[in-house]
């Protein structure tokens, strides 16, 4: 399984998915060869998979997609990483991300930028979008990415895969490289709601070494299999983003409401009307989380030493070298937001508008089981279309981002295709669940299949 991996991913070398193949693949190989050998039963026994460059695999390369760290060498696995490689899976390698996470293209790279294999001049989305691609290409069934405000969601609808990101705290953060640490959540690509459903009981659960991971049972497979509840389903499609989309994504999202009324839903509207705010508070508060974060890159602690001067201009030269302009413009943007005279104005606002946000969520998860938008307004657009405008990138979020502020869990689940200048694009509709009951959008995306 694993040589043929290799194999899929070598002769699709020109998507730039992957950003290192694993040097100790063979090794794990071998290892879970003689566990299965020796008689034990492993959920992904032999299961070849890929992680996104910002999870540590220790003994390997963790780039971030930065020039930053790119000597650095994982001296740790990642908790979601070590529970795959217990459960047997084997890391073919590590998937090419926007820098820091940061973007919505996988276009910052500083190893290029991964093509759609849908339409090889589009992007995959981002940041995961090396993730998405290993999937969505064949390279292999599973793979992990990182979602902070849709970087699992939105590349799994550009490339016509599952992309799940779970309730905050499912899944440990530890050995996940930190971009904003309160909305930062490791998730999932598949190409079904049961290879989710495996792959979940894997990874999730709680892990002591991260204090924000969550201890609640888990039970994604048998939860799959009880199926969902005899009574009706009540959907809530959330009108704010019933706005601004192409033909295409609004013509999926009636196949999506069908399927459901077909499965016995009450589909009905709900306004949330703080989601509204959602891209603008999620930019001032993810960008001062993610400044003080990459403090720590600075030469010294990480990153490539720069010699030039005393300790300030050394820093600063690392930072200048070392980091890309979307990661520079972040920490700017942050800085600036925290900053004393600033703050309220900026940060403490946008934590209020976080809590409304909240707020709004669950008080139409009072009258509603699960909640629908369109993962994106538009399929994967064109290399350059955004990147030169950090606003047009960033309201790419539009969808995706007032989920991460309240904390909810949510899965795109590919929904057909818009053809657009003739060549068809995949189009993915998000569901929504209330804060743990991350199943159910698992059981409800294998009876929609
Ligand atoms: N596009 C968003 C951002 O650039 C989300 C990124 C992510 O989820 N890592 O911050």
């Given at each position: 399984a694993l040589a043929s991996a290799v194999e899929r991913?070598?002769?699709?070398?020109?998507?730039?998915?992957?950003?290192?193949?694993?040097?100790?693949a063979q090794e794990?190989?071998?290892?879970?060869?003689?566990?299965?050998?020796a008689g034990e039963s492993l959920p992904l026994a032999g299961v070849p998979v890929v992680i996104k460059d910002n999870l540590n695999l220790r003994g390997t390369a963790t780039t971030c997609g930065s020039r930053m760290l790119q000597a650095y060498v994982s001296p740790y696995t990642a908790t979601s990483v070590q529970r795959l490689l217990a459960a047997g899976a084997v890391v073919v390698g590590k998937a090419n991300m926007d820098e820091f996470?940061?973007?919505s293209s996988t276009e910052t790279s500083a190893f290029g930028p991964t093509l759609n294999p849908w339409d090889t001049v589009r992007v995959p989305g981002g940041?995961?979008?090396?993730?998405?691609?290993?999937?969505a290409a064949g390279f292999v069934p599973i793979s992990l990415g990182s979602d902070t405000g849709g970087s699992v969601r939105q590349p799994a609808a550009f490339t016509g895969v599952y992309g799940f990101k779970p309730t905050y705290g499912r899944v440990s953060r530890y050995g996940l490289v930190a971009h904003a640490s309160s909305l930062d959540q490791v998730g999932p690509f598949a190409r079904s709601a049961a290879d989710l459903a495996l792959v979940m009981d894997v990874i999730a659960g709680h892990d002591p070494l991260d204090a924000t991971s969550l201890d609640a049972p888990t039970g994604f497979r048998d939860a799959l299999r009880a199926g969902l509840p005899e009574r009706?389903?009540?959907?809530?499609?959330?009108?704010?983003?019933?706005e601004g989309n192409t033909p295409g994504v609004l013509a999926a999202l009636e196949r999506m409401r069908a399927a459901l009324a077909g499965l016995g839903a009450q589909v009905e509207e709900v306004s949330l009307p703080g989601t509204e705010y959602a891209v603008a508070a999620y930019?001032?508060?993810?960008?001062?989380?993610?400044?003080?974060?990459?403090?720590?890159?600075?030469g010294m602690a990480y990153g490539a030493r720069a010699a030039a001067g005393d300790v300030n201009a050394s820093m600063a030269a690392a930072r200048a070298a070392g980091f890309g302009p979307e990661v520079k413009r972040r920490i700017l943007m942050g800085t600036y937001a925290l900053s004393s005279g600033y703050y309220d104005a900026y940060y403490s606002k946008a934590m209020r508008v976080r809590q409304l946000i909240s707020q709004e969520f669950a008080s139409a998860f009072e009258r509603f089981d699960v909640l629908v938008t369109p993962t994106s307004p538009f399929p994967a657009f064109r290399f350059g279309?955004?990147?030169?405008?950090?606003?047009?990138?960033?309201?790419?979020d539009v969808d995706t981002v007032a989920i991460s502020l309240a904390g909810v869990p949510?899965?795109?689940v590919p929904m057909g295709t818009e053809t657009v200048d003739g060549v068809a694009l995949p189009v993915g509709i998000q569901l929504i669940a209330p804060t743990l009951h991350d199943a159910r959008l698992i059981m409800l995306a294998a009876a929609l299949e």
């Open positions: 991913a070598e002769a699709q070398r020109s998507l730039n998915a992957l950003i290192s193949l694993n040097p100790l794990q190989a071998q290892q879970v060869a003689a566990r299965v050998e996470a940061m973007g940041t995961s979008g090396g993730s998405a691609v290993s999937v009706p389903l009540r959907v809530g499609v959330v009108t704010q983003a019933l930019y001032l508060i993810s960008t001062p989380e993610a400044s003080s974060n990459l403090a720590r890159y600075d279309e955004r990147s030169g405008d950090p606003l047009a990138m960033y309201a790419a949510a899965l795109s």
